[in-house]
């Protein structure tokens, strides 16, 4: 197992997050984060895959439509002003 965090680190990180961990918990969390740091070390074993990725443009195109008219938008709008939505006032 990597010794990479040591109990030291975790018990730092754990005051500043304002954690409370025992002894047990940090040797847990200490085994954790060994474990992880191993498997990142095996993906460094992973080759490299020297390919492009394929490009696929997701998007529909534009296309122009007919929309609704001003006054057809604002027919059941609880209330408008000056050709405009109205909501209450936000601050």
Sequence with gaps: MTDAVDAEEIRHVADLARLRLD???VDTVVDHCGDILEH???LEEVPEVDAE???VNVMR????A??????DALANAPETEDGRFKGPNVS
Excluded: G, V
């Design 23 to 25: 002894d047990e918990d």
């Design 40 to 42: 990142f070390e095996r």
């Design 53 to 55: 990725p394929e490009l």
């Design 61 to 64: 195109a534009d296309e122009i």
């Design 66 to 71: 007919d929309s609704l008219d001003q006054d």
